[in-house]
Structures are given as structure tokens and as C-alpha cells.
């Protein structure tokens, strides 16, 4: 159920965001990340969003959040794949796609 609540804003958000609708999209994505921070893709998107508003210094820190927990997730899979708990990483699989 967390999932499915945490999906919806950031799916609504992406729309928003396609729609050059980032003050609409912002709260939608600050609730993404409250209901998981370690959420790479939410912190990105958060990130795109205050750039596009021109909030650099709050840009700057949603993209050092994003990279934080993306480059924890590889090491995670790396760490997974050692153990032969997960296949190997597809090419580009974690890339944002924005």
C-alpha cells in the first residue's frame, strides 16, 4: 500500500512536470519523498523542479540527495549480486528518465 501511495504523486508529478507545471508538481514531490526519502527518483525530480523555479540552492541539495541514495542502491545490487541475490544490472536501468 506504501508503494501504490508513494507512486501516485510521483506519477501525477512527472505529468505536471511535462506540462510546465512545476509549482504544482512541487508539493506533490516533497510528499513523494516524505513518504520515502531514500527515494533517488523523487529527490531528482525535486531537483528538476526547483531548477525550473529558479531555486538554485535547493536544487543543488535535492540532486546531492538524489546521487546519495542512487550511488547507495548500486552498491546495494553490487552487494546483492555478490550474494547471487539479484541478476546483473541492466545498462541505464537507474537512469532518470525525465
Request: charged residues 35%; proline residues 5%.
Amino acid at each position: 500500500m506504501t508503494q501504490m501511495r508513494f507512486n501516485k504523486p510521483l506519477g501525477l508529478a512527472k505529468t505536471l512536470m511535462s506540462m510546465n507545471q512545476s509549482e504544482k508538481a512541487l508539493p506533490l514531490l516533497e510528499h513523494a519523498v516524505k513518504l520515502d526519502p531514500t527515494s533517488a527518483m523523487a529527490h531528482f525530480r525535486l531537483s528538476t523542479v526547483h531548477r525550473q523555479m529558479g531555486r538554485t540552492a535547493d536544487a543543488k541539495r535535492e540532486l546531492e540527495e538524489y546521487q546519495k541514495y542512487k550511488d547507495m542502491k548500486e552498491k546495494l545490487r553490487e552487494l546483492y549480486r555478490q550474494m547471487r541475490l539479484v541478476p546483473e544490472k541492466k545498462e541505464n536501468e537507474d537512469e532518470p528518465r525525465n
